[in-house]
């Protein structure tokens, strides 16, 4: 009886260390997911950005945010004047959620976006190889308009009303 009580106990035992010997594997195992940093252009976005694990973010959220016509025809030519730089962070919800927002308004009004600054930041909101020291970013996505090279406003992290009604204010000014 001894001897089976034993043996059940080591065989316990030892499906137990396999048990957690196989958990720790697993965790040590998952690759670790790589955040864009630096300067890209748009189509990077669209193509790695926020298509980790497949998730395809950019497209689902550019077809579903609808500007409001009336106050994009209220920016109406006024935007064209303007240039904008764009922090965001890969890894960051606000900015997989807002950037493809923005790039929906700027499409609406024929903005060339090939003309925007994009500016990925890791984790430590530092450009990697870009230097944006200058820029004192605090949150992502940060959205900075430019008139003659200086800077007009910002809209951080979240708009206050909508992308729109926050450029409408800033370019108003």
């Not at 950037?99 to 925007?116: A, C, E, F, G």
């Not at 990925?120 to 004192?136: A, P, Y």
Request: hydrophobic share 35%.
């Amino acid at each position: 009886m001894k001897l089976k009580f034993y043996l059940l106990l080591v065989g316990l035992f030892t499906f137990s260390q396999m048990i957690f010997a196989q958990a720790d594997s697993l965790e040590t195992e998952k690759p670790e997911i790589e955040y864009l940093c630096g300067t890209i252009e748009r189509n990077v976005l669209q193509a790695e950005g926020f298509n980790h694990a497949g998730e395809g973010l950019f497209f689902e959220e550019y077809p579903n945010y609808k500007p409001d016509q009336d106050v994009l025809n209220k920016l109406n030519k006024s935007l064209f004047s303007y240039s904008i730089t764009i922090v965001l962070g890969t890894w960051c919800h606000d900015s997989q959620e807002q950037v493809p927002r923005m790039y929906k308004v700027l499409d609406k009004m024929d903005y060339n976006t090939s003309l925007i600054q994009l500016i990925c930041v890791d984790k430590e909101k530092t450009g990697c190889d870009t230097d944006i020291s200058d820029l004192n970013i605090e949150r992502v996505p940060t959205f900075i308009f430019y008139k003659d090279g200086k800077e007009t406003g910002r809209i951080i992290e979240t708009p206050e009303f909508s992308l729109e009604t926050d450029m409408l204010n800033i370019l108003s000014y």
